[in-house]
């Protein structure tokens, strides 16, 4: 089973910049696809970027042209950098995997890191 956890949060004055990283650990191999997702108090989970295996992205509108996911897979690894922050984007951000087993799918999820974004 896939293990990850993220690290990187904290607090950003608004215009700043932070980068998360995510490490995953475990079976690492039957990992389809990572994503970087948030959630704000009393609000639902979105997904802010996406990455698969073969490099294509997916991000959220909010994030377009701020946020760079990216991936190293020799350290197993997948980042986030956030640029031009907003206190719109202050939430917990989660890192996921989509692990393939056999002819089950899971979803794996992080213990969530905090950013905040002070205005």
């Known amino acids: 089973q896939v293990q990850l956890v993220e690290s990187g949060g904290g607090l950003v004055q608004a215009g700043g910049s932070l980068r998360l990283s995510c490490a995953a650990s475990g079976s690492v191999d039957s990992i389809k696809r990572m994503a970087w997702y948030r959630q704000a108090p009393g609000e639902l989970r979105d997904m802010v970027a996406s990455?698969?295996?073969?490099?294509?992205?997916n991000y959220a509108d909010s994030v377009k042209g701020r946020f760079t996911i990216s991936r190293d897979n020799a350290k197993n690894t997948v980042s986030l950098q956030m640029n031009s922050l907003k206190p719109e984007d202050t939430a917990v951000y989660y890192c996921h995997a989509r692990e393939r087993a056999g002819l089950h799918e899971y979803n794996i999820w992080g213990q969530g890191t905090q950013v905040t974004v002070s205005s």
């Open positions: 990455i698969t295996s073969g490099g294509t992205t």
